[in-house]
T-cell receptor, first 113, second 112 residues
Framework: QKEVEQNSGPLSVPEGAIASLNCTYS??????FFWYRQYSGKSPELIMS????GDKEDGRFTAQLNKASQYVSLLIRDSQPSDSATYLC?????????????FGTGTRLQVFP | DGGITQSPKYLFRKEGQNVTLSCEQN?????MYWYRQDPGQGLRLIYY???????QKGDIAEGYSVSREKKESFPLTVTSAQKNPTAFYLC???????????FGQGTRLTVV
């Protein structure tokens, strides 16, 4: 079982729609959860972090965390063509020799006009 | 400007040659990471360091080596033992382990 799993996509949504990206993780001790956006040929950029159960909103982005289900998601409202990218989920836990930031393989999002 | 600087942006390696990728940060971050990304793939952890003079192997450390002699610097050496080194290498840092990590612009390594 992979430590962090994402559907590779592509997820295609029309402009103005809500895009929903999902991620599951295997380590119940995980404490920190991140979403990164990566444009083709570029390095990842952090768009959201979430540490406790529930929702966290930042502009058009909402991260949702459910530790009991080991599930974290990212919603993008009013999707724009410029949102077309690969979205990477990352998970971390704190502890000497155990802490490391692990990434999923990413979900490619395509927003069409 | 504060940030993470990787150099060079592009690097070509001959068979059997060791090469070193540079990663420098001026953000005063404690934790630093090296990842490898292959085309169409996610990020795989090579090495990480939480404090100076200490580092741990990630999932794919074979054929790589690192050092952390200074807080600001975390160079990665790709040795001749790494049989398939062509990839996009990404360095990241975070204030503390388990917090938000930020990436440099990456180094594309190609074996010629």
């Amino acid at each position: 079982q992979k430590e962090v799993e994402q559907n590779s996509g592509p997820l295609s949504v029309p402009e103005g729609a809500i895009a929903s990206l999902n991620c599951t993780y295997s380590d119940r001790g995980s404490q920190s959860f991140f979403w990164y956006r990566q444009y083709s040929g570029k390095s990842p950029e952090l768009i959201m972090s979430i540490y406790s159960n529930g929702d966290k909103e930042d502009g058009r982005f909402t991260a949702q965390l459910n530790k009991a289900s080991q599930y974290v998601s990212l919603l993008i409202r009013d999707s724009q063509p410029s949102d077309s990218a690969t979205y990477l989920c990352a998970v971390s836990r704190l502890g000497y020799n155990t802490d490391k930031l692990i990434f999923g393989t990413g979900t490619r999002l395509q927003v069409f006009p | 400007d504060g940030g993470i600087t990787q150099s060079p942006k592009y690097l070509f390696r001959k068979e059997g040659q060791n090469v070193t990728l540079s990663c420098e940060q001026n953000l005063n971050h404690d934790a630093m990471y090296w990842y490898r990304q292959d085309p169409g793939q996610g990020l795989r952890l090579i090495y990480y360091s939480q404090i100076v003079n200490d580092f741990q192997k990630g999932d794919i450390a074979e054929g790589y080596s690192v050092s952390r002699e200074k807080k600001e610097s975390f160079p990665l050496t790709v040795t001749s033992a790494q049989k398939n080194p062509t990839a996009f290498y990404l360095c990241a840092s975070s204030p503390l382990a388990n917090t938000e990590a930020f990436f440099g612009q990456g180094t594309r390594l190609t074996v010629v």
